[in-house]
C-alpha cells in the first residue's frame, strides 16, 4: 500500500519523504524546522510532507508536544530503502535531501581521509569527451617519463581505491592503458572521429571477466573474524572483476597472492584460492606476491 501511493508522488515529495525517512532512522527524530532550512520551504508546506508521511506510515513517529519534534517509534519501518554504504557516506558528508546532494556533515561519522582530489574541469572535459567518443590532448606527468604531451581516447574513469585513473587508449603506446587524473594537465578535446581500434569495445583487458576466490589467510588463528567482515559464505567469497582492475583490488585488499599463502597473516589477511585461473589479466605484477611462473 505504502509503495503504490510513494509511487504515485513526484519526485520532489520522495526527496521531502525520503529525508523524514532518513532523520527518523538514523537520528531517531525529525522537525519542520529541518525541513524548512534544508529545503527553503514554507512552515505550511512541511506540515503537508509531515502529515504525508504520518498517513503512509503511522506507525514510524510520533509528535512529541514538548521538543515539538516527531520521534521514532519501536514500530519503525522505513519507507526508503537505505543501502548501507550510501547512508555511511551519508553520514559523513551529509544527507542532504535525502536521495541526492550533501549536506551538514556529521560530526560523530568519520570517512577515510581522501589525499587525491581530481580537478573537476579536468573531470568535466574528459566526460565530455567519453560521452562524445572523441579523443583528448593533454600533458601526462609520470613516474618514468615526465612531462609529455599525449592523446589520450578514454572511455572509463575508475576509482581503484586510492585515486581515480581514466582507462583510455594511448596513440602514443598504441594500447589500452590507464591514466592517474591527478596527472593530467591542460586536456583539450579534438572533436573528430576515432579509430575503430581505439573504441571500448576494443579494450579486451576491460572486458574479461575474472571471478576470483578470496579465503581468510590460512595462517590466521580466528578465520571466523574475516568471515565477518567480508559476509564469505562457507569460509569464501567470490567475485567479479575486470581484467583491468584486478591487480588493484588485490593490491588495496592486502590479499596474498602466492601459492602456498606464504606472506605474513598479521598484513595480509586475505588469501587468493584460484590464483591459477588468473592468467592473462593484467596488473598482476602489482598483486601482494603474485609470480607468473608458479
Not at 584486478?246 to 584460492?273: F, H, I, M, P
Request: glycine residues 4%; contains cysteine.
Amino acid at each position: 500500500m505504502a509503495n503504490t501511493a510513494l509511487d504515485a508522488l513526484t519526485y520532489a515529495q520522495k526527496e521531502r519523504l525520503a529525508f523524514i525517512d532518513f532523520n527518523l532512522q538514523y537520528f531517531g527524530q525529525v522537525a519542520r524546522a529541518d525541513l524548512i532550512q534544508r529545503f527553503q520551504t514554507g512552515l505550511a508546506a512541511c506540515t503537508r510532507d509531515l502529515a504525508s508521511y504520518k498517513e503512509l506510515a503511522p506507525q514510524n513517529l510520533v509528535l512529541s508536544h514538548t521538543t515539538k519534534s516527531y520521534h521514532r517509534l519501536e514500530s519503525f519501518k522505513p519507507l526508503f530503502k537505505h543501502n548501507a554504504e550510501y547512508i555511511l557516506s551519508a553520514l559523513c558528508r551529509g544527507f542532504g535531501d535525502g536521495l541526492s546532494s550533501g549536506n551538514q556533515p556529521s560530526s560523530y561519522c568519520q570517512d577515510a581521509t581522501r589525499l587525491i582530489h581530481p580537478n573537476s574541469e579536468i573531470i568535466a572535459t574528459i566526460m565530455r569527451a567519453i560521452t562524445s567518443k572523441f579523443a583528448i590532448e593533454c600533458l601526462y606527468t609520470s613516474l618514468t617519463s615526465g612531462t609529455t604531451s599525449k592523446v589520450l581516447v578514454p572511455h572509463s574513469i575508475v576509482n581503484n581505491g586510492t585515486r581515480w585513473h581514466i582507462r583510455a587508449f594511448d596513440r602514443t603506446k598504441k594500447q589500452f592503458r590507464d591514466f592517474v587524473t591527478t596527472r593530467i594537465e591542460y586536456p583539450k578535446i579534438l572533436q573528430h572521429s576515432i579509430n575503430s581500434e581505439e573504441s571500448a569495445d576494443k579494450d579486451t583487458q576491460w572486458h574479461t571477466i575474472y571471478d576470483i576466490i578470496l579465503a581468510p589467510h590460512p595462517k590466521l588463528q580466528y578465520p571466523k573474524a574475516i568471515e565477518l567482515d567480508y559476509a564469505m559464505e562457507a569460509g569464501e567469497l567470490q567475485i567479479e572483476v575486470r581484467s583491468a582492475l584486478l591487480g588493484y583490488l588485490l593490491k588495496q585488499w592486502n590479499v596474498d597472492c602466492t601459492e602456498e599463502a606464504s606472506l605474513k597473516c598479521d598484513e595480509y589477511q586475505l588469501w587468493l584460492r584460484n590464483r591459477q585461473t588468473l592468467y592473462g589479466a593484467e596488473n598482476l605484477a602489482i598483486a601482494p606476491g603474485y609470480t607468473a611462473n608458479e
